[in-house]
């Protein structure tokens, strides 16, 4: 497992072409509002990490296991049935802020939201916020 590449990577892809082909309405608007409020928060431009990934900045990883890699400090999927914003420290991390965002459901290190206009964006921007620091400070992993 140590030498598997990781999937998700970095591309060239354009991120702009890639948001207005979102087909959901409302996934599409939250897209380019969480780019302009990860852009401020992170000061990196957006990039597509495999195809549906736009991650901001970039962290190492390592894990006890010996896999390690590169993965974005900071980043959003709008899926289909709600946008994922990533929070690679972890969801536990954030918990006090996490229960003042509004509707919500969480994964391990995802936050699922059907649509921003419902959820507090200044608690998002802190919880995003912590999140990016944390990775961005060190090598992150459990080893």
Known sequence: MANTPNKTTPTDADVDAFVAAVEHPVRRRDAERLIALMSRITGEPPRLWGPTI??????????????????????????????????????????????????????????????????????LEEVVRRSYATVSAETFGDG
């Open 54 to 123: 736009v991650g901001f900045g970039s962290y190492h990883y390592r894990y006890a296991s010996g896999r390690e890699g590169d993965a974005g400090a900071a980043g959003f999927s709008p899926r289909k049935a709600a946008t994922t914003v990533y929070l690679p420290d972890g969801v536990d991390a954030h918990s006090d802020l996490l229960a003042t965002l509004g509707p919500h459901t969480v994964g391990v290190s995802c936050v699922y939201i059907k649509d921003l206009d419902t959820v507090d964006l200044g608690v």
